[in-house]
């Protein structure tokens, strides 16, 4: 039923202007009391095509006009995806067929309605916990799906910011469904767009969408890594790494490499680059080796102010954050996760390709590496 109040707020969401209210809402201000049912029949909706990372689907960073709803589609795929170049298989559940899921991308105060579809040629149940919803186990309540099952859940972006969204369809397959790569992230951008401590807005000329997952890879008598005919199949002797909480794998998107060499993310120098940054298993900490974090929100959420020249910030496992960096100079950056065991033994390193002219003035090479020999000519005696 609608109240005269309701109808008047309808009638001006329908028209143009974002009104005060909305501009200015928090997650309270943005809770509608049960009492006051939304109509939503008067709501925009908007349909987006989602895209598989590091890369995001076309946004508006300042939303135009009124909240909408904002539609979705995920397929969940359960299949086998090479984790490295040595061959090494993982049994993967993923959504939409990628690891990590594709980064989702709304405004404040809009709905999110997605259907989530399991294919009858699935093994498993699944289900979605978005840690940017409030109630029902944050949609995984709702959401279990069995195989040959399709799901619609809508929620309202009441709180700004990144958020982890993972499978948890319940007790020991929540932590494995998420190890096999069932985790993506939302973003959540205020209406009126990224602002800098100050308040002043921000852009951002690209996102790159990088999700950090742990791996627990079984080996068999010899030491090599063990392959599976299915998910189930490999159940227990996954479960036995996982308990042992030392990861054989750490990758970023989904592979060893996966953002490196001929797929290192691009840039350009004076280009603002938005980094989303997702783990929801485990703790993480991004560091981009020959840069910084201009604006960092580290705890990925856009009501509490950026800090400032971050060199590596820190992501709480279940969680997403957010770090702006304009290039400044050109080169080849390492983006990495700054355990450096996990970055360089482990996998957990991109590249960023940076082109551009060098600024002398950041950085010069007075004098190139050469053997010293007679010609030293510092002031301390060489011992
Ligand atoms: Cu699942």
């Not at 709905?111 to 840690?131: G, K, Q, R, W």
């Not at 691009?266 to 201009?294: M, Y």
């Amino acid at each position: 039923m609608m109240n005269r109040r309701n109808a008047l707020k309808s009638a001006i969401f329908a028209t143009m202007a974002v009104p005060a209210l909305i501009q200015k809402a928090s997650a309270e201000e943005a809770f509608t009391p049960v009492a006051e049912k939304v109509d939503l029949s008067k709501f925009k909706r908007k349909k987006i095509e989602l895209v598989k990372p590091p890369f995001v689907h076309e946004h508006d960073q300042v939303a135009k006009g009124a909240p909408s709803v904002v539609e979705f589609e995920m397929t969940i795929v359960e299949k086998e995806m090479e984790i490295d170049d040595e061959g090494t298989m993982l049994q993967a559940m993923t959504f939409d067929g990628s690891v990590p899921g594709p980064l989702m991308v709304v405004h404040e105060c809009d709905y999110v309605e997605l259907t989530l579809i399991n294919p009858e040629s699935n093994s498993m149940p699944h289900n979605i916990d978005f840690h940017a919803a409030t109630g029902g186990l944050g949609g995984g309540a709702l959401t279990l799906v069995n195989p040959g099952e399709l799901t619609v859940l809508r929620f309202k972006a009441t709180r700004p910011g990144t958020f982890v969204y993972h499978c948890a369809p319940g007790g020991p397959m929540i932590p494995w469904h998420v190890v096999s790569g069932m985790s993506g992230a939302i973003m959540i951008l205020p209406r009126d767009g990224l602002k800098d401590p100050e308040g002043k807005s921000v852009k951002y000329d690209t996102v790159f969408y990088i999700g950090e997952n742990d791996l627990y890879i079984p080996k068999d008598e010899d030491g090599e890594y063990k392959r599976y005919e299915s998910p189930g199949d490999s159940y227990s002797d996954t479960v036995e790494v996982m308990n042992g909480l030392i990861p054989s794998h750490v990758v970023f998107n989904g592979k060893v490499g996966a953002l490196t060499g001929d797929n290192a993310l691009k840039s350009k120098v004076g280009e603002t680059v938005l980094f989303i940054h997702s783990q929801a298993n485990r703790d993480t900490r991004p560091h981009l080796i020959g840069g910084h974090g201009d604006l960092v929100w580290e705890t990925g959420k856009f009501n509490n102010p950026p800090e400032r020249d971050l060199e590596t910030w820190f992501i709480r496992g279940g969680s997403a954050g957010a770090a702006l960096y304009r290039f400044r100079q050109p080169g080849v950056y390492a983006y990495v996760n700054h355990n450096l065991i996990e970055a360089v033994n482990l996998g957990a390193t991109a590249h960023v390709v940076v082109e551009g002219e060098w600024n002398n003035d950041l950085m010069e090479q007075v004098k190139a590496p050469i053997a010293f020999g007679q010609s030293y000519l510092g002031k301390k005696a060489l011992p």
